[in-house]
């Protein structure tokens, strides 16, 4: 053990000390340790089960209140405890011990990145599951074989973190690829994960469909909206529905559906429209899209209480609907978010569901 591996480890433990002090201010780690007792105790009650639905948000609740108190009360507990250790052990020169301080530092090191990560979660609706919007540009198959491939990757993404996935709607494209989808990602913060995915990306490719080889560029748009529970007022007027049912698409053969099942619900006061054609049952696929349409008008709410504020923030990158934000140019091996500047080589793992590094980029400068 040398004096300079002592000094650096108390230094890294003295930069452990401040970031947890820092961030037990900017999270209100008091606040939410007198809520999650508030929610134990609620959780303890044997008359929440009488509740399904109310037992499972609390209990929703208490786990993400865990997540962030005791991983606070560990790194507190943690730093205080090797700062003994080290002079134990240096008193005792016990080079084992010394290097099980080093691991365990190491590991306090990488719970603090996750907590830090978990700080740029600063939306109400950051924890709740979530919607994905695919819809192809123009361009014919070409755009529909690209919404194809955005479908894949954000669907091997949710596979990645554990997620579940439910395809609610799904219009196949003419010969390759789809020409829209909704998606539905359910874990926990999905939505905070995804919502900065929103917007036009780009693809730039030697075409496949292209019988002279010829280099195309598409379009497809991604909107990524939280799915909203009943702690959340959205007030729907019946009289603003227009509610149309249609027969399901499908592969045909036996299993293909034939009654009118699927639901199309058109908010006329804001144009919004959503459709759910996955449950052979319209009751089902009804009730599915009035969450989706209850979730899009939360998500505008949202946004229009957040236009003015943006608008004054200087530097941020506009990620609303419509403006392009990550351009994939796979001849050159390249995949570059337009925002962040955060910029890949490896196209086949990001369309394979590795957006990690694009998804903290764009996180971290508040996009």
Known sequence: METEQINQLNNQLDDLAQRNRDIRDYMDYQGKKERLEEVVGLSEDPELWNDPK????????????????????????????????IDMVVEENDTDGFAAIIADVADLETQMAALEFKRMFNQPADPNNCFIDITAGAG???????AGMLFRMYSRYAERKGFKLDIL??????????????????GKYAYGLLRTETGVHRLV?????????????????????PEVDDSIEIDINPADLRIDTYRASGAGGQHINKTDSAVRITHEPTGIVVQCQNDRSQHANKAAAMEMLRSKLFELEMRK??????????????????????????????????????????????LDGDLDGFIEASLKQGV
Request: charge should be negative; glycine fraction near 8%; hydrophobic fraction near 30%.
């Open 305 to 350: 209480r957040n236009e003015e504020k943006q608008a004054l923030e200087e530097g941020k990158s506009d990620v609303g609907w419509g403006s392009q934000i990550r351009s994939y140019v796979l001849d050159s091996s390249r995949i570059k978010d337009l925002r962040t500047g955060y910029e890949v080589g490896n196209t086949k793992a990001v």
């Open 140 to 146: 014919g198959t070409e755009a529909e074989d690209w």
């Open 169 to 186: 709607e799904e219009d196949d494209g003419e010969i390759a690829g789809i020409n829209r989808a909704t998606i539905r990602v359910e």
């Open 54 to 85: 109310r037992a499972q948000e609390i209990g929703k609740e208490r786990k993400i209140l865990e997540g962030i108190v005791l991983t606070m009360d560990n790194l507190e507990n943690g730093i205080a405890d090797n700062r003994e250790l």
């Open 205 to 225: 490719r030697y075409s496949p469909f292209d019988a002279n080889n010829k280099r195309h560029t598409s379009f497809a748009s991604v909107f990524v909206y």
